[in-house]
């Protein structure tokens, strides 16, 4: 769409100093990108510019804001005169969701139609949007293909369902009313798990850790006495669920590889971020145990509620459309997320 593919080389990351976006900002400096990072700090911390500083040698300009903030949003973007937005500003608890729906609405959706006016204002046209492999629900087949039916179970992946159908419906009238056309991509995630090789970024949620690999990390390292494993009688090969956890630099690398595509193609797409590979929650336990020499006691408690038996990617279209492929092993993303955790 775009001729010289060297557009799309200034990008506004929402949520950047979060474990996502903090990862992501490293592989684009790292691709000669220059990046300006836009976050309100509610789930991430200031010092984490001065970790990716250390990493990169560059100082990523900051701005303290909120997304639903439209018209301080606006003038952000024609400030750093960006050309593209990485859309990673959102909350992501499931559990937390069920609770707090309006906060989830409010935050993932209200926020992303503000962030929308705030482009279309300042004539930037090129979003990559944070989305979720929850959006599919209980899967009806395996491996999950984009074309999977979608039907979220929960406030937080309807948020992000929401958010994806508003983006197709953006892409269809921009291209109708022959304005400058929306270029979208909406990055499906599996399991992010693990963290830079340096040791300086990585997930580190506030309080006890609802996801698994944080939850290990504590327990290797003797900050949690044991884990919890949510079920032992699911319908998997040792009973324990299983994801298809990838790298989170493997995700920060298919993030460049949208903007790649985008700088070539209009319109709307949806993007599975997996590896393919499914793992039980017993094959992490005993990768990390050999990557870390630690022991890490557990459990087998009741499953916990909305959890699915196995859930894994069917990446074909990204492999091929983005030419992106996670390339990192288990082994690798337990080993980077015992590295993270000893330095904590
Ligand atoms: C992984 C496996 C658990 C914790 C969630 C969100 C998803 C995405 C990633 C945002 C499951 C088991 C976990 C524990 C356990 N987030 N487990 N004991 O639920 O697959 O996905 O995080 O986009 O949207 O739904 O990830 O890490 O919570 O669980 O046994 O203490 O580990 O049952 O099988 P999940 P998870």
Redesign the pocket.
């Known amino acids: 769409y775009k001729e010289n593919d060297s557009v799309n080389r200034k990008v506004f990351l929402t949520g950047g100093l979060g474990y996502i976006g903090s990862h992501t900002a490293v592989s684009l400096i790292e691709a000669g990108y220059s990046v300006v990072i836009y976050d309100n700090f509610s789930n991430s911390k200031k010092e984490v510019i001065d970790r990716i500083e250390l990493i990169t040698g560059f100082r990523v300009p900051f701005i303290e804001g909120d997304v639903r903030d439209t018209v301080y949003l606006e003038k952000s973007l024609k400030k750093h005169e960006v050309d593209s937005v990485i859309h990673l500003a959102g909350l ?1 608890s ?1 559990g937390e969701s069920f609770s707090k729906p309006i906060k989830y609405y409010d935050n993932n959706v209200v926020g992303t139609v503000s962030l929308l006016k705030a482009m279309n204002g300042a004539q930037v046209r090129t979003m990559v949007f944070s989305s ?1 492999a ?1 959006i599919y629900g209980v899967p009806k087949y395996l491996p999950l293909g984009e074309d999977h039916p979608t039907c979220a179970i929960n406030p ?1 992946g309807r948020s992000k369902l929401q958010t994806e159908e508003i983006l197709f419906d953006l892409a269809v009238a921009g291209i109708q009313a022959e304005q400058l056309p929306w270029c979208i991509a909406s990055l499906r ?1 599996f ?1 992010p798990v693990g963290a830079h090789s340096s040791g300086l970024i990585g997930e580190n949620p506030n309080g006890i850790p ?4 944080p ?1 290990v990390g504590r327990v290797a390292s003797g900050v949690l006495p044991k ?5 032992g009688d699911y319908d998997t090969q040792d009973g ?2 299983v ?1 298809d956890y990838i790298h989170i630099v493997d995700l920060a690398e298919g993030h460049k590889a949208a903007l790649g595509f985008l700088a070539k193609h209009s319109g709307a797409h949806a993007f599975n971020l997996g590896t393919g590979v499914g793992y039980s ?1 017993l094959e992490v336990i005993e990768a990390y145990e050999r990557a870390s020499g630690q022991s890490v006691p557990y459990e087998i408690v009741s499953r ?1 509620t909305g ?1 699915v038996a196995a ?1 894994y990617a069917n990446p074909s279209k990204a492999n091929k459309e983005l030419g992106w492929r996670a390339l990192l092993t288990l082994e690798d993303m337990c080993a980077s997320a015992w590295n993270f955790q000893s330095n904590q």
Not at 210 to 213: A, F, G, R, S
Not at 227 to 231: C, P, T, V
């Open positions: 992501k499931v979720s929850t937080y995630y399991n609802t996801n698994l690999m939850y884990l919890n494993i949510f079920g324990t669920g994801r929650v916990r959890d859930c």
